[in-house]
């Protein structure tokens, strides 16, 4: 790598920050005159965004080095800093040895270094660059987009006449969401949020694609991985996808977008004539890794909640509640998909908090325009206890909140407060918790109790009926 080129992407990056550009087409200008430095903006784009990478750092626990960047010292290579970052990503180092090592990193280097590198480990480089942007000036992505979304059933203000008799119930994975574009001789595949994972599973998953003929060519396959085993698909969104890991899962798809469509970003498609096209795709396939996630249709509210708990009981999260007239709306959370899961509240002692930073708008033109931006100390989470499981909680809070318990925390530390959650998970801790209320009528929190339940991994279907000319499948 070119050390020089990074130092002046830095130096854009400087830029962009202390003259406060919002705009995202002054953005898109600066970034194209670093064109010529993209194998290094590649490089840095891809620590910051990737999932794969987790170096493991908060603002308390990276902090600056004292005197940093001012003494003479031999100045740090940026192939240096890409060799700790693997050995951050890899667990190589920890503790304490982790914290110190890159610390005398970063004391080795001048202040401008000092701050992207921080910012890199940190994973947020606050100037407003996220993988749609990038994706528009550089050639990270086959072309930047947005996926359909479910709206959450508790986000429906009137859910009798927004889901209709005839809509359809489908299992809803708790997995990771994987979008696979087949066009002539080429199969990537890409997350949601636009990361690349071809090179992870390609290697596995490429023959079984192209066991499905040249019918597949000129699609994208929408669908989620997982196998019933989290720690498997935490794994997808960290950095140890091996070999033996993506031999475990199952490809749960359950619609199918044509390329073209999904590079305009407008598919009139109906739900219904997707499906038959996804059924028709795989109705030769013989094997056990894709799925073709069927569905029922339903009568009422009450039949939600009936099969909801009928898909949990069998491994899954919940369902999704989809409109089979609806064309694919991309980036969009509507009634035509809605997802219903079961949620539990537990009242529990705040045994800490976490601090984060925040961007704060600070100054206004005449037309009420936003010109100016500040970075301020926030609250990002709490802590509470289960168990003897501590579990960090993010979100649930307002602004106002997040302010005051900053600058007061003894406000809400040691308080019993009522959290969400879904469920709990292997190693104890609390999945997908959200802040409720300060329990002010409580002074001891809710007493732990075990659980020695072992989920199964969702049933695979091994039955395939023909009902109204589409193959579906008994469970």
């Known amino acids: 790598m070119n050390s020089e080129n990074v130092r002046k992407i ?34 840095i784009i891809d620590l910051v965004l990737s999932n794969l990478k987790n170096f493991q750092f908060s603002e308390e626990t990276l902090y600056y080095p004292a005197m940093s960047g001012t003494l003479n010292k031999q100045e740090k290579t940026f192939d240096q800093f890409l060799e700790l970052c693997e050995k951050l990503s890899s667990r190589a180092i920890s ?70 008799p005839g809509f359809w119930a489908e299992r809803k994975v708790d997995g990771f969401r994987l979008l696979t574009f087949v066009e002539r001789n080429s199969i990537e595949y890409w997350s949601r949020n636009m990361l690349s994972y071809t090179q992870f599973i390609g290697n596995f ?17 929408d669908g989620e991985l997982f196998n019933g085993n ?33 590079r305009n970003q407008k598919c009139d498609i109906p739900q219904a004539t997707r499906k038959q096209l996804l059924t028709s795709l795989l109705a030769n396939y013989t094997g056990d890794v894709l799925i073709n996630m069927p569905h029922e249709e339903i009568t009422s509210i009450e039949e939600v909640q009936r099969l909801t708990d009928k898909y949990i009981s069998e491994g899954f999260e919940g369902s999704i509640i989809k409109d089979p007239n609806c064309p694919y709306q991309f980036g969009k959370r509507t009634c035509a998909w809605v997802k219903v899961k079961r949620f539990y509240t537990l ?19 005449k037309k009420g325009e ?5 970075n301020e100390l926030t ?39 009522e959290v969400s959650y879904q469920e709990i998970g292997k190693l104890g801790g609390l999945r997908f918790p959200v802040f409720k209320m300060i329990r002010v009528d409580k002074d001891e929190p809710d007493v732990f109790v075990p659980t020695n339940e072992v989920k199964d991994a969702p ?4 039955k395939k009926n023909k009902n109204n000319g589409q193959e579906l499948m008994t469970w």
Not at 347 to 365: I, P
């Open 230 to 262: 989290i720690s498997d698909t935490q794994a997808l969104r960290r950095d140890n996808v091996g070999p033996d890991l993506v031999k475990r899962l199952k490809y749960y798809l359950f619609d199918i977008i044509p390329i073209g469509d999904f």
């Open 347 to 365: 009242d529990l002692r705040c045994t800490r908090l976490e601090r984060s930073t925040t961007m704060r708008k600070v100054e206004y033109n």
């Open 205 to 221: 998953f490429d023959p079984i694609i192209r066991s499905l003929g040249d019918r597949c060519n000129g699609f994208v396959l």
């Open 379 to 417: 609250l990002g989470k709490i802590f509470v206890e289960y168990g003897g499981v501590e579990t960090g909680v993010g979100s649930g809070f307002t602004q106002v909140q997040r302010d005051k318990w900053i600058d007061k925390p003894d406000d809400i530390i040691g308080k019993i407060v």
């Open 10 to 43: 830095f130096e854009v990056f400087d830029y962009m920050e202390v003259n406060n550009v919002t705009k995202q087409s002054e953005k898109i200008r600066l970034l194209e005159g670093l064109k010529d430095k993209e194998i290094e903006m590649d490089v």
């Open 95 to 164: 503790g304490n040895d982790r914290i110190n090592e890159t610390t005398d990193f970063l004391y080795a280097c001048n202040a401008l270094h000092v701050k992207w590198y921080r910012r890199i480990l940190l994973k947020n480089l606050r100037i407003g660059i996220g993988a749609e942007l990038f994706a528009r000036v550089f050639s990270h992505t086959p072309i930047p987009y947005k996926v359909m979304l479910a709206k959450p059933f508790k986000d429906i203000k009137d859910p009798d006449s927004e889901i209709k």
């Open 459 to 462: 049933k695979i279907p091994n």
């Open 370 to 374: 936003k010109i100016g931006m500040s």
